[in-house]
């Protein structure tokens, strides 16, 4: 089922189940990362990989070792954010659609 929804509008995204795929709870971490509250995590986040990182001789020069980047948001079911749609957005959430609605 294609969302009714065109780029540019507002809407609702509901978690109804928790994905136990791996994809399907990335693809629900993007959306919801694209939240208007999803920069400043994004900022937090990369303000705490710069600090933990660690530097290593390698061939003579400086390697800086940087820790994976943890997932922002890890939506469980009752979560329900608004964003603004993009096209991009339109297909992330018709791929998780059995996980999710739409308002």
Same mark, same amino acid.
């Given at each position: 089922?294609?969302?009714?929804?065109?780029?540019?509008?507002?809407?609702?995204?509901?978690?109804?189940?928790?994905?136990?795929?791996?994809?399907?709870?990335?693809?629900?971490?993007?959306?919801?990362?694209?939240?208007? $509250? &999803?920069?400043?995590?994004?900022? #937090?986040? *990369? @303000?705490? =990989?710069?600090?933990?990182?660690?530097?290593?001789?390698? $061939? &003579?020069?400086?390697?800086?070792? #940087?820790? *994976? @980047?943890? =997932?922002?948001?890890?939506?469980?079911?009752?979560?329900?954010?608004?964003?603004?749609?993009?096209?991009?957005?339109?297909?992330?959430?018709?791929?998780?659609?059995?996980?999710?609605s739409v308002g």
């Amino acid at each position: 089922m294609a969302i009714s929804a065109k780029p540019g509008d507002k809407v609702t995204v509901t978690v109804n189940t928790t994905p136990a795929s791996e994809s399907a709870a990335k693809t629900l971490s993007r959306i919801f990362r694209a939240a208007p $509250g &999803g920069s400043n995590a994004r900022r #937090r986040r *990369k @303000a705490l =990989r710069t600090n933990n990182s660690e530097g290593r001789k390698r $061939g &003579g020069r400086i390697w800086m070792v #940087r820790p *994976k @980047a943890p =997932r922002l948001y890890q939506p469980t079911k009752g979560d329900q954010c608004e964003l603004t749609l993009s096209t991009s957005l339109i297909r992330d959430i018709e791929s998780v659609e059995r996980h999710v609605s739409v308002g």
